[in-house]
């Protein structure tokens, strides 16, 4: 996802499911937690994406930092009790699977190679995810006629910084396999931003539709480079049901009663993030035939956030409103995003799965987090 006028990517509600489903969905889910869990050895995590994993790559990226409103209150009020460069009222689900594996919250390589974390070791590994990030470089969006996308810190930057770290970590082939091996690599979400461009700019779906096999291929080819370096346990995230996101819902604002599904989602927008998580799906299958020794796993950040949308009051939430805006129907504004003068926050984020807009909330980011690591979510009744 990103902070500008866009997010993360879509799926398909569909028709609301029975209990019953939501707890055989549960217990698939459940299918790849020993795959991270199950394993005490991981030392470290390394971390690729967008702002649903940057934990403050962008605000030190440059000093004073560039204009962000993530970086202002109230983001950060939950956990933190200030701004920490997430782009949420507190901590991300890259936060939570740490937690999980009782490993420290992964440092911001930006802010690791500025000096600002003198704690930091070598060992806990980095996080390379930046707000506003794409899978794709820019010469692609040019071709395509989008100028000004944000690729700076692409997928490709950001594997190039991975290296530039890797001669700290380990001096041969054979110690890198054997220190990266007992690492998580969270490769994602990354690609949404490519997606959330072009959409904010009303391309044709026809069109966008174009992009989503570059986009993969990006993902492909990092995740083999990184397997071939020495990582065995990459962890692949599709994207979220943005066809439920305030950002998209006031965008394509619809008074076609039909364009909507039963929770008040965008059909059409969710159904194309269910086209890319198969797509995605698809090739990661493929990836597992050509390494069989690696563990690659897809976060299914899509179903795992599902009921959030299909059930919110099952679960303590509220419906599809953003919790810190500056008005409308679903309180998104994108003349006074949440930081910006004028947005103001609800008073409970916690009842929120949507905190601008554009990111969720700390409290949907465990949600999915447990979904899809610890799995102690109940089904409701």
């Not at 071709?143 to 001669?167: A, M, Y």
């Not at 943005?242 to 619809?254: D, H, K, P, R, V």
Request: aromatic share 12%; hydrophobic share 40%.
């Amino acid at each position: 996802m990103d902070s500008s006028d866009s997010s993360s990517s879509l799926r398909s509600l569909q028709r609301r499911p029975s209990a019953e489903a939501l707890a055989l969905h549960v217990f698939a889910l459940l299918f790849f937690i020993p795959s991270i869990t199950g394993r005490s050895s991981y030392t470290s995590i390394f971390s690729f994406g967008d702002s649903i994993a940057d934990t403050g790559n962008l605000y030190f990226s440059s000093q004073p930092p560039i204009s962000c409103h993530c970086f202002f209150p109230p983001n950060g009020l939950t956990y933190f009790r200030r701004p920490t460069g997430r782009c949420s009222d507190g901590r991300l689900i890259i936060d939570f699977i740490a937690e999980s594996l009782g490993l420290p919250l992964v440092k911001p390589y930006l802010g690791i190679k500025n000096g600002q974390f003198s704690d930091w070791k070598i060992e806990e590994g980095a996080n390379f995810a930046v707000v506003g990030s794409t899978a794709l470089d820019a010469d692609f969006f040019e071709e395509k006629g989008i100028h000004n996308v944000p690729t700076n810190d692409s997928l490709r930057i950001q594997f190039g910084w991975f290296k530039d770290l890797l001669p700290s970590l380990c001096n041969s082939s054979s110690s890198c396999k054997n220190i990266l091996g007992k690492s998580l690599f969270l490769v994602g979400e990354i690609g949404g931003n490519d997606f959330n461009y072009p959409f904010a700019l009303r391309k044709s779906l026809t069109e966008i539709k174009t992009y989503v096999a570059p986009v993969i291929n990006a993902i492909s080819s990092t995740i083999s480079e990184l397997i071939d370096i020495g990582a065995q346990t990459l962890m692949v995230p599709g994207n979220f049901p943005i066809g439920c996101n305030a950002f998209f819902l006031t965008f394509y604002q619809s008074e076609n009663e039909k364009d909507y599904d039963e929770a008040g989602c965008l059909k059409w927008l969710n159904e194309f993030a269910e086209y890319y998580n198969e797509k995605l799906q698809s090739e990661l299958n493929q990836l597992r035939g050509l390494h069989p020794h690696a563990n690659i796993i897809f976060a299914d950040y899509y179903n795992a956030a599902l009921p959030l949308y299909l059930s919110p009051t099952s679960f303590g939430f509220t419906g599809l409103r953003a919790c810190c805006g500056s008005g409308g129907p679903y309180n998104y504004n994108a003349s006074a995003l949440c930081g910006d003068p004028g947005a103001l926050a609800c008073e409970d984020p916690s009842k929120f799965i949507s905190w601008d807009g554009l990111h969720l909330t700390e409290a949907a980011y465990r949600f999915i987090a447990k979904r899809l690591v610890i799995g102690q979510v109940a089904v409701p009744k």
